[in-house]
DNA sequence: TTATGTGAAGTGCTTCACAGCA
DNA sequence: TGCTGTGAAGCACTTCACATAA
């Protein structure tokens, strides 16, 4: 080991592409689910494999994080499994809020993925007054108790509760409005299921999640080749 | 106009990137708010505005699809708008099957804005016995009478049903089978909520909406720039 | 011998800058 | 004059191919 790549591991200053970071999640599922079967030891095509990729990709994706390897073997699971949660940052776990109790962000409620991969909902807001008090710990995804509250204080509640990431499943008309606001109660990334761009500080990360959009990309592909 | 233009509107052999595709839902959305509040013509910059990108990607993703526009003017909405769902391939209605009657699956149903771009869910599938039947035409965005089907007959039904996209929102464990059952059905697109790499025949296009991924992806730049 | 790590080549997308038209 | 359409330049990601190390 060169302590050029030294430098890389502990400083972390290296710039990892966009692309890469994306699928280091992948690699990281991947990978708890190699532990599960017992696996310890795993080469790049394995991997590549599991995640739908190619092997170049995985080494390549993996050696932005340092030597993470060794050659002639392979990579140990569980040690690059941590290493990959450190990266993401879900070596900790997070604070997560979710705005909008509908039927869309009922059903993130329910879904475990969430507190499985290191997310905490600890907060859940909505417009509804009809809605506002509903108990929402029926997974145990989310802590005992919790139940929606009102956004008539979200941005001092937001701060009260330390709140990192917040899900905005809110109609669109109101999203913008909505995304304001919590920017005000601190919170700097968002992920969000309304079909609008977000127009909010340089600061603050956006990722939208947008399902009709990808309807779209695959009837596009259907209409050539169907 | 040249009539090597007029090839490219014609023949639509060229060739469009993949992000560009991914972009032109988002831009015909955009047409439809610009329509709805009455604006007739746009210009490149307006449009990326309200799409959150720049003026010149918007020029350059719309001259792949041909010569829309009118030097000194811009582009006229409602034409631009049905050219892109001309190309997207939702010039006519497209039918979809949702597999999957859990959390997730029954919030897709309640979801409008499927019916409005173009996509009819004319079938919904459960394992579940005590499911099955269920009545699930609550929203008027599925036909009247839609229930619940078993999956035993699967193949057969996507077939009789015409359906051409599948949405699969079932458990990683039976997403692969699901999928293979899907795709000896006749379906050749499948938009997949299960967070792993489905293996299909190349000619299967296949799109994967992973939420836990792009929450752990703001986790990783929270934890550089936060 | 085997599998990683990595410069270099290849590919594809974005941005620039201006020619081309209305 | 104003805005589109587009080669060309610039940038980023992927793939290749092999030196490197166990």
Same mark, same amino acid.
């Given at each position: 080991?060169?302590?050029?790549?030294?430098?890389?591991?502990?400083?972390?200053?290296?710039?990892?592409?966009?692309?890469?970071?994306?699928?280091?999640?992948?690699?990281?599922?991947?990978?708890?689910?190699?532990?599960?079967?017992?696996?310890?030891?795993?080469?790049?095509?394995?991997?590549?494999?599991?995640?739908?990729?190619?092997?170049?990709?995985?080494?390549?994706?993996?050696?932005?994080?340092?030597?993470?390897?060794?050659?002639?073997?392979?990579?140990? %699971?569980? #040690?690059? !499994?941590?290493?990959?949660?450190? @990266?993401?940052?879900?070596?900790?776990?997070?604070? &997560? =809020? *979710?705005?909008?109790?509908?039927?869309?962000?009922?059903?993130?409620?329910?879904?475990?993925?969430?507190?499985?991969?290191?997310?905490?909902?600890?907060?859940?807001?909505?417009?509804?007054?009809?809605?506002?008090?509903?108990?929402?710990?029926?997974?145990?995804?989310?802590?005992?108790?919790?139940?929606?509250?009102?956004?008539?204080?979200?941005?001092?509640?937001?701060?009260?509760?330390?709140?990192?990431?917040?899900?905005?499943?809110?109609?669109?008309?109101?999203?913008? %409005?909505? #995304?304001? !606001?919590?920017?005000?109660?601190? @919170?700097?990334?968002?992920?969000?299921?309304?079909? &609008? =761009? *977000?127009?909010?500080?340089?600061?603050?990360?956006?990722?939208?999640?947008?399902?009709?959009?990808?309807?779209?990309?695959?009837?596009?592909?259907?209409?050539?080749?169907?």
């Amino acid at each position: 080991m060169t302590s050029d790549s030294e430098q890389k591991r502990t400083c972390g200053c290296e710039r990892v592409p966009e692309q890469t970071v994306s699928r280091l999640p992948v690699y990281r599922r991947c990978l708890m689910q190699a532990s599960a079967i017992g696996v310890q030891v795993i080469n790049s095509l394995q991997l590549a494999q599991m995640a739908g990729t190619n092997a170049a990709q995985v080494r390549k994706d993996l050696s932005y994080l340092g030597e993470l390897g060794t050659r002639g073997i392979g990579y140990d %699971v569980a #040690a690059l !499994r941590g290493h990959l949660s450190e @990266v993401l940052g879900v070596g900790e776990r997070r604070r &997560v =809020a *979710l705005i909008g109790f509908g039927r869309l962000g009922g059903s993130l409620l329910g879904y475990r993925g969430f507190f499985e991969r290191g997310f905490d909902i600890v907060a859940v807001f909505d417009v509804d007054p009809v809605r506002v008090g509903t108990l929402v710990d029926w997974h145990g995804a989310v802590p005992k108790g919790l139940t929606v509250r009102s956004i008539e204080h979200i941005e001092r509640d937001l701060l009260d509760l330390d709140v990192e990431i917040v899900m905005l499943a809110v109609p669109m008309e109101v999203a913008q %409005v909505m #995304a304001e !606001r919590v920017v005000r109660g601190g @919170v700097s990334a968002i992920l969000n299921f309304a079909p &609008v =761009a *977000l127009e909010l500080p340089e600061h603050v990360l956006v990722r939208s999640v947008d399902m009709s959009t990808d309807l779209q990309v695959l009837s596009y592909h259907l209409s050539r080749q169907g």
